[in-house]
């Protein structure tokens, strides 16, 4: 089962910051947080991850809260382009590194 | 530097047939994971195989099966198709130890 929970679906206005939410309160201490994409029915295309710091690169940022228990991914800029199902997924440092995607969000870019 | 490869794009199969989907990782990916994706679902964990074995399964039954040849590549294999193994399968790749996956455009399989 997966160990995150996200909203189903959320609208952002084109141009402006999209705030995707994620929660996965049962977070052990060597789990990473990474996010995915999947624009329609193409592969998922990975965006970014932490531990317990937030990131930042070219696509996003990710802020994480200081108890890890959640974390926003921000598009600040979002395009028409940026239309996906954006997944959250915890992933161990160590042991077995398979992805375990829940449902997602769908974030809809509206012009 | 080309990124993972699937081929086919598309197959269709009968009910009862094999299908054979393949997928080449990102040179220097020694791992391999399949996922099943069905029409407007998530994406459902298969196999994982790193440097040639495999490491992990997800629950389906033993009639997917597959393997990690020498140079990486691997097969996923689907004995006695059923309707609803109709889906978007997805193969990613992965540098051993990273978790940082990076996925193909995967094989449309469609039984009739």
């Known amino acids: 089962d997966a160990k995150t929970t996200q909203p189903p679906s959320m609208d952002c206005a084109e141009g402006r910051a999209a705030n995707l939410p994620c929660n996965h309160s049962?977070?052990?201490?060597?789990?990473?947080v990474y996010w995915y994409r999947q624009i329609h029915s193409q592969g998922p295309q990975y965006i970014i991850h932490?531990?317990?710091n937030n990131e930042t690169n070219e696509m996003a940022s990710l802020i994480i809260t200081e108890d890890r228990k959640s974390s926003t991914l921000i598009l600040p800029h979002a395009t028409l382009r940026d239309t996906a199902v954006y997944y959250c997924?915890?992933?161990?440092?160590?042991?077995?590194?398979?992805?375990?995607f829940g449902t997602g969000t769908r974030l809809k870019v509206l012009a | 530097e080309a990124g993972v490869t699937q081929s086919p794009t598309h197959l269709i199969k009968t009910r009862g047939q094999q299908a054979t989907l393949r997928c080449s990782p990102i040179?220097?990916?020694?791992?391999v994971y399949w996922y099943q994706q069905a029409l407007g679902l998530g994406l459902q964990f298969l196999l994982w195989?790193?440097?040639?074995?495999?490491?992990n399964r997800g629950n389906f039954p033993p009639r997917f099966s597959g393997r990690q040849f020498p140079n990486y590549s691997s097969e996923l294999n689907v004995n006695a198709l059923e309707l609803e193994d109709s889906a978007l399968y997805l193969c990613?790749?992965?540098?051993?130890?990273?978790?940082?996956?990076?996925f193909g455009q995967g094989t449309r399989l469609t039984v009739v």
């Open positions: 195989y790193d440097e040639g074995e495999e490491r």
């Open positions: 040179s220097g990916h020694t791992s």
């Open positions: 049962t977070i052990s201490g060597n789990e990473y």
């Open positions: 990613a790749s992965s540098v051993s130890g990273l978790k940082e996956a990076f």
């Open positions: 932490g531990l317990k």
């Open positions: 997924i915890v992933i161990p440092t160590s042991g077995t590194y398979k992805y375990i």
